[in-house]
Structure formats: C-alpha cells, structure tokens
C-alpha cells in the first residue's frame, strides 16, 4: 500500500509533469500563431529615430523605413498593426517580456544584443556618425572629437554606447536616457558632439538649421542592422527572416528606403 | 580742303560729346544702382542688428522670468538637490541656457542645474551694470572661458556668459546665475551672416566682446574702441559705412538692447552688398558698350560716305565750272546771263566784241539797254509770253552797239529754272547777222531789178501789177499798162556800141521814171523794151499826159562822147477797170498789141488797145 500509494504518487508526479509539460507546449506553440489569433501584430519602436521610426511632435505623425516595413509585415501576416513605444535602454526587457512581438527600429547587431535576442538576417548597415553645433568651435573634424576637454553625448543603451565607450580614450563620455536629450545637450554647448547612425543624422540634419555633421575619416565601425525579437521561437523566426527575404525580393524594401533617403545603407 | 577738315573736326566733337554723354549717363546709372544697393545693404543690416537684439533681449527677459519663478518657489520648500534637479528640467527646453545656480552672499555657488559647479565662488563685482546699492538688477558678467564654472579653458573654444539675477529674498541675499550659452546666439545669427557675407558681434556696454559669428580670435581685436566709436551715450541705435583693420569696407549697423548692458553691431560686408551690382555693371557695360561702337562704326562710316559723296559733287562742279567757263569765255556767239528779275550777271568776251559794251558797262544793267527801238512792243510782249510758256525763245532782232550801229542778231533765250520749276536766270546767245542781211538784201534787190537800169525787173513788175489791180478794185479807179518799145535802138547799138546803147537805156529809162508819178512803176522788160504800170487813174484820159510825157523823155538826146544820140519810144496802152475782169496777162499782152500798132502807124506815138477796133481808135501824136 505504501508502495503502490508512493507508486501512484510518483506516478501522478510524473504525469502531471508531462501533462504541464505538455499543457505548455500548447499554450506557446508559436508566437506566430499567438499573433494570428490576436488578429494584431506589436511592433516595438523607438520614435525618436529619425528616418526609421520617428513620430513628430507636432502632428505625432509616425514615418521612417520601419513604419512601412511594420505595416508591410502586418499585411502579409493579414492582420492588424500595433505599435509599442520603445528604445535602445528598453529594448531587451520590451521584447523578452512579451510586450511586442518583433522589434523594428533598425536594431544594430551587437554580441551584447545577440546574447539576448535573436535577429533577423540584416536590412541595412550603417557607420557612426557625429553631429555638433554650427557655433561649435571645438570640434572641426572627427580627429577633434576624441580630445581632451571634448564632451560626447550618446543614448543610453545604443549600440555606440558600447563602442565609443571602447573607443574614446580622451574624451569624456555623456550617456543620456531621456527623450532628444542629446540634441539638448549639444545645442545648449553642455556636450560638443552626439553620436547617431546615418538614417538619424540625414533626417536630422534636414530640419535642424544649427546642426553640422561630422563625418570620420574612414570606415569608423560599420553595424549591420536586423529586426529583433525574443529567442527560441524558430516558427517566428523563420517567419520573420521569409518577410525579410521577401520584402527585399519583391522591391518593397528598396521603395520605403529609395522613400526614406535610405538606399545608400540599404543590405541587399 | 580747309572745308573738309573742318568738317572733319566737327565730326570728331560731335562723336565726343555724344560718348561723353552716354559715359556720364551709364557713370550716373551705375552710381545710382550703386548708391542703391549700398543703401538696401546697410539697412539690411540695421535690420539684422534690430532682430538680434530683440531676440536677445527676449530670451534674457523670458530666462529671467521662468527662473527666478522656479528659483523662489524652490527655495521655499525644497532641498537644494531638488532645486538642481528642477533646473536640470527647465534646462531641458532651453538650449540658449548652459547651466543654472545660485549664489549665496558670499558668491559660493549652493544650487547648481551641475552639481560640479558646486561649492565653487564666482566674482561678481564686475558685472555690468555696476551696482552700488544693491538695486535689484539684472547683470551680465565677463564671458566664462570654459563649458562651465567648474572648468576653465584659456583656449576660450566653449565659452559661457554669466547672467546674474537677485533672488527675492527678505533674509538672505541670494543671485541666480543662469549660463548663457552663446553658441546657441552665434548659431542663430550664424543663419543669416555667416562669415562670407560679415559679422555680427554682441558687446557688453563697456566695449567687452560677448559673442561673435566670427570664429577665430574673440579677444584678438581691440574690441573696446569699436564701441567707445559708436558714441553710445548720444544714440542707441544708427548705420553707416566702417573700415576694418584688415581694410575691409563693412555697412555697419548696431543697436543697443532696450532692457540690458548690451549692444548689437552687425556688419555687412560691402563687396557682397555690391557682388549683384558688379554683374549689374558688367550687364550693362556689355550692353552700353557694344552699342556704342556700333553706333560710332556706323556714324564714322555713313560721315566717310558722305565726305566722299560731297568730294564727288564737288569735283564734278567743278569739272563742270571749268567746261562751263570754258565754252563761256571762248564762244564767238555773244552771251547774257540775266537774273530772273533781267539785271545782267554776267557776259562773255564775244558780247563786248558784238555790242561794244564792257563787262563792267553791262553788268547790272537791262538787256533793254541794247535795244535799236526797231522791234515794236508787241514784238517784246510776244517773246516774253513764249519764253513764260516754253522756256525759250529765238528769233531776229535789231539792237544797238554802244557807239549807236545798228546791227542784226539771231538770238536764243533759255530760261534756267530749279528744281521746282522757278526761274532762276536767263541766259541769251546771239550771233552778228548784219553782214548775212545785207546780203540777203542784195540778192533779193538782184531778184527783182534789173542790174543795168536799176528798174524793177519783170518778176517785180507782175507783182506791182497784180498789187495795182487789186488796189484799182477797191478804188473803183483805173489802171494803164503801157508797153514801150524804143524806136532805133538797135542802129545805136550797132552803130556807137553796146556802151553808148546801155548809156541810151540808163539815161533814157532814168528819165522815163522821173515822168511818171510816184506811185507809178517803171519796169525793164528786156532788151529796150519797158512797161509802165500808171495807177490811180480815174478815166482814161488821166492817163494821156502821162503818154506824152513818157514819149518826150524817150525822145530827149542823150550825150555820149561829143555826140548826140536820139532814139524815141512807141507805146501801147491798154487799161485795166474795176468791172472787166481782164487778167494781168491779157492787158500786157493788149498793151503789146497796141504797142505794135503805134510801131505800124509810125513810130514815136502811142496807140490805145481797143478790143472791137483796134485800128479806129489809134491815135498818133507827134513828139515835141
């Protein structure tokens, strides 16, 4: 009695184990069908990104490459769009604590990243670039950047962070996390350069009358940059990764980057 | 030639005051549009100064507001942390302000928007405005050289501007320092003036240079004279052209700020202000130029063109002057140019030789002077009224010489009129005829008399006859045809010779004419045979003492070398009346019948031609 009792314990142990086991298989087969039966696809972005993902303060119209590539996805998924505000700081906990399904904001591939989340193949790949006030009379070239007595302003949780924190040996680094800060920062002369990618500083660059950039010399480091989301879901994945290969097959890639001056960045 | 290099002169003075006018018309418009732009320039930059400053002062006013509010609220209730951390949130919207903090009494920063500011002491005491007693005003300090107070950079790349405001508190006295970032100024200026087109600087009042669009040098310049040059205490505001060290010409404007310790000054450079005039000026001299060479090619070329077309003309007068006088002076016909209103002008030498009249005599003068009074008025009238209708006239007329000769001329009158048709001259060619009408005198004389007796001949005598006849027509009188034949002519012919028989005719004839009356015609009809025309003869018998007349002078003697020839004449007589209407020929040949009958009934007599019976009415009467 014992036996059996302490057999039919074991045995229902074991039984529930495989039947939670087997429960949350059910529960999660595939994010894909999560969306599917959610009828909406979230979408996280980052909407002070210039040229990816930016929604103007003014109209709080949304534009950039990523919106008509979110919208893209939705309607080859056949369902409906919902974007969730996000940023390179919140990037991993938004993605991993299922608060959107796929990150599209021009993630750079960085081993800090990959270690978290899984990407994409890549869609575009940009170089650093710096920007700095017109009145500016620090900074000249990008050799002046990285000087003493130089203030340089990054977001938190960017990949430059990472980079220029390995790369800049006498300058002093200013890392910010609240919304157009280091625009602030540069303008009130606080910090003499912030640092962005291509997309960010050309559309910047258009509507910020007493910006200048500054462009390095040479390839300064280049990061090839995908559409992120939470690991271990192949089905999502390979869904994702078709959208990618399909999105720049079909041309629908080439036109929202030929629309967003993108094209010269463009991973074919 | 002295005519063609005056003209010549005229030309060059004409060409230069035309170029002298379009230069100083083009000079004036370029100075003009120049004036112009130089005008628009500087008040472009007096706007530029105005706007600057007003922005300026704007944002000073509106930071003082918004921060001494957050400042006094702060510090009533909240730790200086939480006050740092407030300025740090207001500095969010504010990038013309570096970093907010306040002062205690003793200048030690207590509350920093940068909390690397704090516990640092800032020297305020030279702040302008200077204050005494401690008015409450707002003060802007020398130019930080450093981001913030808490760093200093003597290279002066990142600069601040202290600003320092009294804090409303009763107990303590406090400032609020707000960091005015002066690049956020400098960009903002920077999108209107960047250094190609000039400068705008913002000076304290005390000549202390705050900002400048310039990058290089801020201390460099001795900033503190430009100011002092502006004479800020007289005018607060004002324009005009300035030069810089470099030798730059600048169209400067400044305005000092309506609230605060600052001034504007911005410059324009004047060699951009007048970059669109030099392609004004090149457009218009592209223009004006070309244009002017090309008027001057063209008047150069048409005057040349004139100059030789008046060389032409002048030439060809001349050739035609030199034919001219040459026919004029050489000519053997005489000739008169008169003016239209008949004063001589001038003659030719020929008209002295034919009139005898000098050059000197005529001219001036009426070609009336030379009239002989042998043409009548009429003659005068009617050539006139054809040289008014045709132009010209040419006739015969008789003039005058000078020494009273009368002489022929055949003359031709032209008359020479312009281009419109008016009379301008007359010019009259005549030749001497006089010797061409004697002669044509002699020969119609020979014509018509006979050479021996100098009696009319008898193509005369059938003239006189048939005149006569007429005239007896209209008379109602009668007219008597006697042929006379001279009896023994022949034998003193043949006897004493032809020149005692052409004596005989001569005599006897000269005194058979001296028997008749005036009005009556004696003829030679040949040989010694002569006819009588006796007119005006109212019967028949009128014309019998006539007869015996003509018969005693026939029968007189003539004398001829110690001799005395007699021959006597036969006549026959017969007569022509108004109501019979007998021919010229029949009475001569009546008459020569008759005379024939005075031959037969004796010689020495006359017989009368009776046409029923000749015979019965022959009378015979004896020579006396």
């Known amino acids: 009695m014992r036996l059996t009792s302490m057999v039919f314990v074991l045995a229902s142990i074991f039984y529930s184990a495989l039947c939670w086991a087997q429960s949350s298989a059910v529960i999660h087969p595939t994010r894909l069908q999560d969306v599917r039966n959610a009828k909406k696809v979230r979408v996280c972005i980052w909407p002070d990104y210039y040229g990816i993902t930016y929604r103007n303060p003014k109209t709080q119209q949304l534009t950039g490459i990523d919106v008509d590539m979110a919208q893209a996805l939705a309607k080859d998924l056949g369902v409906k769009l919902e974007f969730v505000d996000s940023s390179f700081s919140k990037l991993v906990e938004d993605v991993t604590q299922n608060r959107c399904d796929v990150a599209m904001f021009a993630i750079g591939i960085t081993p800090q990243r990959q270690a978290k989340l899984r990407f994409t193949q890549p869609y575009l790949a940009s170089d650093i670039y710096a920007i700095t006030s017109k009145a500016n009379r620090r900074i000249k070239t990008w050799a002046d950047i990285d000087q003493a007595g130089s203030v340089v302003a990054i977001v938190k949780g960017t990949l430059h962070e990472p980079i220029m924190r390995d790369r800049l040996k006498n300058a002093k680094l200013m890392v910010l996390d609240t919304p157009f800060a280091r625009e602030q920062e540069v303008q009130s002369g606080r910090s003499d350069v912030f640092m962005t990618d291509y997309p960010y500083s050309q559309r910047f660059l258009t509507n910020a009358d007493w910006a200048r950039l500054v462009t390095p010399d040479s390839v300064y480091h280049i990061t090839p940059y995908a559409y992120a989301m939470a690991p271990g879901d192949d089905v999502w994945h390979t869904r994702l990764e078709k959208f990618v290969t399909d999105v720049k097959r079909d041309g629908r890639l080439q036109t929202a980057a030929k629309r967003h001056q993108l094209e010269p960045i463009l991973v074919r | ?624």
Request: hydrophobic share 45%; proline share 2%; glycine share 6%.
């Open chain 2, 1 to 624: 030639m002295e005519t063609r290099q005056r003209d010549g002169l005229r030309f060059f003075l004409a060409m230069v005051v035309f170029l002298a006018a379009v230069a100083a018309m083009t000079s004036y418009s370029l100075w003009l549009l120049r004036s112009d732009a130089v005008h628009s320039s500087l008040n472009a930059s007096a706007l530029m100064a105005r706007s600057f400053e007003n922005f300026l002062t704007q944002t000073i006013s509106a930071t003082e507001f918004s921060t001494t509010n957050a400042a006094n609220q702060g510090s009533a209730r909240t730790s200086a942390a939480h006050m740092g951390a407030e300025f740090t949130q207001l500095l969010r919207q504010a990038p013309h302000l570096r970093s907010l903090s306040v002062l205690d009494a003793q200048g030690r920063i207590v509350v920093s928007s940068n909390p690397a500011n704090l516990g640092l002491s800032v020297t305020t005491q030279d702040y302008l405005p200077l204050v005494q007693q401690g008015q409450a005003a707002l003060r802007i300090g020398k130019p930080w050289l450093g981001r913030d107070f808490h760093e200093t950079d003597a290279s002066g790349a990142t600069s601040l501007i202290p600003v320092l405001y009294p804090l409303e508190e009763a107990d303590v006295l406090r400032h609020l320092v707000a960091g005015f970032n002066p690049d956020f100024f400098v960009n903002h200026m920077l999108q209107q003036v960047d250094e190609k087109v000039g400068v705008v600087e913002i000076f304290r009042l005390d000549g202390l240079l705050l900002m400048s669009t310039r990058f290089q040098g801020q201390g460099a310049m001795p900033h503190s004279d430009d100011v002092a040059k502006l004479k800020l205490g007289e005018r607060e505001f004002g324009q005009f052209e300035s030069t810089f060290n470099n030798g730059q010409v600048m169209l400067t404007a400044f305005r000092v700020s309506s609230l605060y310790p600052f001034v504007v000054v911005s410059h324009l450079r004047r060699d951009v202000a007048l970059e669109r005039w030099h392609t004004e000026v090149q457009a218009i001299l592209w223009v004006v130029v070309p244009s002017v060479i090309l008027v001057l090619v063209v008047a150069v070329v048409l005057y040349r063109r004139q100059r030789l077309f008046k060389a032409q003309q002048a030439e060809s007068q001349r050739l035609q002057r030199i034919n001219a006088a040459c026919v004029f002076d050489n000519s053997r016909e005489g000739i008169i140019i008169a003016s239209a209103e008949g004063r001589i002008i001038d003659v030719n030498a020929a008209f002295t030789r034919i009139t005898g009249y000098s050059r000197a005599e005529a001219i001036g003068k009426n070609p009336r002077m030379l009239s002989s009074g042998r043409q009548d008025k009429a003659f005068y009238q009617k050539m006139w009224q054809e040289l008014k209708t045709n132009g010209h006239w040419s006739g015969e007329l008789w003039n005058r010489r000078k020494d009273g000769e009368v002489y022929a001329e055949i003359l031709t009158i032209s008359a020479v009129s312009d281009s419109v048709g008016t009379v301008q001259q007359y010019v009259s060619v005549f030749t001497n005829i006089t010797a061409m009408k004697i002669y044509q005198t002699e020969l119609e004389h020979i014509a018509r008399f006979d050479a021996l007796t100098n009696l009319p001949n008898r193509i005369l005598l059938a003239d006189r006859l048939q005149q006569a006849m007429s005239q007896a027509q209209r008379r109602q009188s009668l007219v008597a045809v006697v042929f006379i034949d001279l009896d023994g002519f022949k034998a003193v012919n043949d006897t004493h010779g032809h020149e005692a028989g052409d004596l005989v005719l001569t005599t006897v004839s000269s005194r058979m004419r001296a028997a008749l009356r005036d009005g009556d015609t004696l003829a030679r009809n040949g040989g010694d045979e002569f006819v009588a025309v006796l007119v005006d003869l109212l019967c028949r018998d009128d014309a019998m003492p006539l007869l015996v007349r003509l018969l005693a002078a026939a029968a007189e003697p003539v004398a001829f070398a110690d001799m005395r020839l007699q021959v006597s004449a036969s006549l026959g007589v017969s007569f022509y009346e108004a109501q019979q209407a007998t021919s010229m020929d029949d009475l001569l040949r009546q008459a020569d019948a008759a005379m024939y009958q005075a031959k037969q009934a004796g010689k020495n007599r006359y017989a009368i031609y009776q046409a029923a019976c000749a015979s019965e009415m022959q009378k015979t009467l004896v020579s006396t």
